[in-house]
């Protein structure tokens, strides 16, 4: 009876070891995954602004009767016209505004909205889509670095807005604050876009018919 017991006390202490070690690799496991898609969740946002950043192009909106810059930001929200890969379905150039909405009811999400940037034809539609690229923000803030085509000769900084501007800035920050109190790492894009001056000043980036021709 006395090595019964013994035994059984000592295959109690190796189970409870046992799911003691369990327990713990378990935790370990799902720590890595949420490790391993925060991590790729920051990749996936800072690629989609790369891609579509690093592509725009400077054009003007010759289709209303109040002509625009495609390329306006603020602190908030930013707007441009960018290309789609041939896989997302949507050929030609595209009007990206990005903006962040719910954050006063704490479920702030990056929205995305996405229009052909040149008229459709009449009775078409304009084939709008909107997309939530990421959910759980608290802010978002956008910033540019170029020069102040008021002051051309000072050197470039950052600035809070980029409105109304015959050129793109040379720099774009993204900054990203979570919910739950993370600041994630700013996303600076650097621009292609060539800002030289071999065009009119009444046509900046030498566009005839709404199309980008430098």
């Known amino acids: 009876m006395i090595e019964v017991l013994i035994g059984m006390s000592l295959m109690g202490v190796m189970l409870v070891l046992l799911f003691g070690s369990l327990s713990v690799c378990v935790r370990n496991w799902d720590a890595g995954e949420h490790k391993i898609a925060a991590v790729t969740q920051k990749a996936i946002i800072r690629n989609f602004f790369l891609n579509h950043l690093q592509n ?3 054009l ?3 289709f209303t009767e109040i002509k625009q810059l495609s390329f306006q930001g603020d602190k908030t929200a ?3 016209v960018s290309s789609m890969p041939a896989s997302a379905g949507r050929l030609g150039l595209q009007l990206f505004n990005i903006s ?3 954050a006063k009811s704490k479920q702030g999400r990056i929205n995305v909205s996405m229009q052909p940037f040149f008229p ?3 009775g078409d539609n304009w084939n709008i889509e909107d997309v939530t ?5 608290k802010a978002i803030e ?3 670095f170029g020069v102040d085509q008021a002051q051309p000769n000072q050197p470039a900084t950052w600035y809070d807005t980029w409105l109304e501007s015959q050129k793109t ?3 774009v920050k993204v900054s990203i604050v979570m919910l739950n109190g993370e600041v994630w790492p700013d996303i600076v894009v650097p621009l292609k876009v060539d800002n030289g001056s071999n065009t009119s000043t009444a046509n900046p980036f030498g566009i005839v018919n709404g199309r980008f021709t430098q």
Do not use: A, C, T
């Open 133 to 137: 690229i990421l959910d759980g923000v």
């Open 56 to 58: 725009l192009l400077p």
């Open 120 to 122: 459709v034809s009449e």
């Open 142 to 144: 956008f910033s540019y």
């Open 60 to 62: 003007q909106n010759d």
């Open 78 to 80: 930013l707007q441009f």
């Open 100 to 102: 962040m909405s719910g």
């Open 169 to 171: 800035p040379l720099l």
